[in-house]
């Protein structure tokens, strides 16, 4: 009795004397922060789905969880993953949507992180998760992961962040690439000319967000207009429209979340007067290994950029999308996707 | 106002309103277009062809769906309310009360959990809401016997049971896509149905209000005490379960039609009451019709106020509460 009342004991301290004892480095992260954490970095917990991404193309040997808005990862995504993070847990999240999970505290000590990571700018308020943390004593660092154009030195952070640097340059550098050759094959297209695009995320494809949601962020960027417009009325987003609102719209092109909904739409006959479905232009997001545009928005996003701006304008942003997959997959994933893949996801 | 004139004065309204249910949406249509296309439909007048094909997408695929839906499930939830308060004597009860709406919530989300496939969920929320009042009424023969407390526990604990598995569900759903369609689920949507699962529920469920409505006088005996209506020679038992069943089968089409949709079952018979008295005779068909009115008003309201849809559950509770509040403070004397 008493000598399981010491082990116990021992063991509730243990963290404490390994704290004390391991090298300890102060840096700054990306919300202003001073934040304390080991000098040698092997575990770090992913607190969102965005941070999980990004953690897992920077450094996949430190990643120790994936959280649940980077599901399903099916056999399809499995095999785009490195063996290994096929086995990682994955924390279930209380039903509470958007970045506000609460987390399992008991099982994030389990995984014996050096640190947290989250997502967070100069204007995070970092006090929640800072307390929430807290009481596991695990410092939180902030990374900048708001939107693609914070990528590449979101990424350059991380690299230093954990030793990576070589590996960071090199991802940075494509992305910056990308967005700067995005950008200037789209910049100049007159407003009148620009393709005019409904982001439909449900199965039945009345959930969207407007064109001042982060959610519509890279069809932005790829030059689309959004054509349901209006304040953001929650930060999850996806509002309901109904299928009036979108005759209404009349949008040219129809970018879809859920490969249910693009093969229902060209039967549906109440879907056949959206100017979109009777050019057959609805095209569906790939999602391996994760979502390349949104749900979560993550690093994919560089992906799906260029897919977006083929898609959208395939004369002005007319490159080889085939060759720019593998690229990508190979850089930012590390594995090689097969013709068949391709075939599937560019069709 | 006598009877015989609410009974006209709803009848009309309620054609009055689909017609301009069918008129309005986000889609503007003049009414010219519309009776133009009615004629063109008729083949009295000539019209476009892309034109007759959008306002026939729009006007027959888009709004006529959405206008049935909410006339059924407004008559249904609203004549199994009345039914539910007159069966258990109480001007609080409304379908939910034996765990109806809880097992169909359930059930949609099961549905979406494990599939996709709208049919399933739909499937699913029907046979769950109607295991939840079965095992509702179990509970309260396992704890001795048909009383009216005793059905009411059963159908507290049935109700409890189900919302924490929907808690569950809720828990384990993938938040990107699984928990956002609970979540609508949830808050109704009348945009669900088209006419094909129309074609299928309006039948059955005509039937279950027909059926309701006809069992008027025997409810009538029954508020009056069970003693007393046995001594008038109703089957107290035997009504009381058949009512109960009735209204089960047409709550949970109503949830397997548009989800959730609330206050409906709870206010709309006490207007009716105030309209037409508390007789059953009269009250349940004259509840089907202001429940259709009352649906059809707010879905209006739903889909043209704003570019996206309030979902329909927050408006019947928005606009139900303040009219909740006029008929008690006019009511006080009455029922209540």
């Known amino acids: 009795m008493q000598s399981a009342l010491v082990r116990g004991l021992c063991l509730a301290l243990l963290p404490v004397v390994i704290g004390l004892n391991s090298q300890a480095r102060e840096i700054t992260d990306m919300a202003g922060r001073k934040v304390t954490i080991p000098d040698r970095i092997t575990r770090v917990y992913s607190a969102q789905p965005y941070t999980s991404v990004a953690l897992y193309v920077v450094a996949p040997e430190v990643v120790i969880n994936l959280q649940p808005g980077c599901f399903p990862l099916g056999p399809a995504e499995n095999r785009f993953l490195r063996s290994g993070a096929k086995a990682l847990p994955v924390e279930f999240t209380q039903p509470v949507q958007g970045e506000h999970n609460q987390l399992?505290?008991?099982?994030?000590?389990?995984?014996?992180?050096?640190?947290?990571?989250?997502?967070?700018?100069?204007?995070?308020?970092?006090?929640?998760?800072?307390?929430?943390?807290?009481?596991?004593?695990?410092?939180?660092?902030?990374?900048?992961?708001?939107?693609?154009?914070?990528?590449?030195?979101?990424?350059e952070f991380l690299g230093r962040l954990l030793g990576r640097e070589e590996r960071a340059t090199q991802l940075s550098a494509y992305a910056r690439r990308v967005l700067a050759t995005v950008d200037k094959a789209v910049a100049d297209i007159p407003a009148?000319?620009?393709?005019?695009?409904?982001?439909?995320?449900?199965?039945?494809?009345?959930?969207?967000?407007?064109?001042?949601?982060?959610?519509t962020d890279p069809i932005r960027l790829a030059g689309g207009t959004i054509v349901h417009q209006g304040d953001l009325k929650t930060h999850f987003g996806m509002e309901k429209v109904s299928l009036e609102q979108v005759l209404l719209y009349?949008?040219?092109?129809?970018?879809a979340l859920v490969p249910e909904f693009t093969e229902r739409v060209y039967q549906d006959t109440r879907w056949k007067d959206v100017k979109a479905v009777r050019d057959r232009r609805v095209y569906t997001v790939p999602r391996t290994p994760f979502s390349w545009v949104d749900r979560p928005p993550s690093i994919m996003q560089i992906m799906g950029i260029q897919w977006l701006a083929n898609r959208l304008y395939p004369e002005r942003y007319a490159v080889d999308m085939r060759h720019e997959t593998r690229e990508f997959l190979r850089l930012f994933m590390g594995v090689e996707a097969t013709d068949a893949d391709l075939d599937e996801w560019l069709r | 106002m006598s009877y015989a004139r609410w009974v006209a004065l709803l009848w009309v309204l309620l054609v009055v309103a689909v017609l301009v249910a069918l008129s309005v949406g986000r889609y503007p249509v003049p009414v010219s277009d519309i009776v133009h296309f009615v004629l063109a439909a008729a083949r009295l007048e000539e019209m476009p062809r892309d034109r007759f094909d959008l306002l026939y997408n729009l006007i027959v695929q888009i709004r006529l769906p959405r206008v049935l839906t909410a006339v059924l499930v407004g008559g249904a939830l609203a004549t199994s309310g009345a039914a539910y308060q007159a069966v258990f004597r109480n001007p609080l009860v409304s379908p939910e009360l034996m765990g109806v709406l809880a097992g169909s919530a359930f059930g949609a989300a099961l549905g979406i959990l494990v599939s996709g496939n709208w049919l399933v969920v739909q499937s699913l929320a029907f046979a769950v809401g109607v295991v939840a009042v079965v095992a509702g009424v179990a509970f309260a023969r396992l704890a001795g016997g048909a009383s009216v407390v005793m059905l009411v526990l059963g159908g507290v604990i049935s109700g409890t049971l189900f919302t924490a598995l929907l808690s569950v569900a809720k828990f384990v759903a993938d938040p990107y896509q699984k928990l956002p369609a609970i979540e609508y689920w949830l808050m109704g949507n009348l945009a669900l149905a088209d006419l094909r699962t129309i074609g299928w529920v309006v039948l059955?469920?005509?039937l279950g209000v027909a059926v309701l409505?006809?069992?008027?006088?025997?409810?009538?005996?029954?508020?009056?005490?069970?003693?007393?209506a046995r001594s008038l020679g109703v089957p107290v038992t035997a009504v009381r379960y058949g009512v109960i069943a009735v209204a089960t089968f047409v709550s949970a089409m109503t949830v397997s039609l548009a989800g959730m949709v609330g206050w409906v079952g709870l206010i709309i018979p006490h207007v009716a009451r105030l309209a037409v008295g508390p007789g059953n005779l009269r009250l349940l068909p004259a509840c089907a019709c202001m429940g259709a009115l009352f649906l059809l008003a707010t879905d209006g309201l739903s889909r043209t106020l704003f570019n996206v849809e309030i979902p329909i559950g927050i408006l019947t509770a928005l606009l139900g509460v303040p009219a909740f509040l006029i008929v008690l403070h006019r009511a006080r004397k009455g029922w209540l």
């Not at chain 1, 009148?192 to 949601?213: F, H, I, K, M, N």
């Open chain 1, 250 to 255: 009349n949008p040219d092109v129809i970018v």
């Open chain 2, 213 to 228: 409505a006809g069992l008027g006088r025997a409810l009538d005996a029954l508020s009056m005490g069970d003693d007393e």
């Open chain 1, 192 to 215: 009148a000319e620009r393709v005019r695009v409904y982001y439909a995320e449900s199965e039945d494809g009345l959930a969207t967000d407007s064109d001042r949601s982060f959610h």
């Open chain 2, 204 to 206: 059955p469920m005509g």
């Open chain 1, 104 to 155: 399992s505290l008991e099982a994030i000590l389990a995984l014996k992180p050096d640190f947290a990571l989250a997502k967070g700018g100069p204007n995070t308020d970092a006090s929640r998760l800072e307390q929430q943390f807290g009481r596991i004593k695990l410092p939180v660092v902030f990374v900048d992961l708001d939107g693609a154009a914070a990528y590449p030195a979101g990424i």
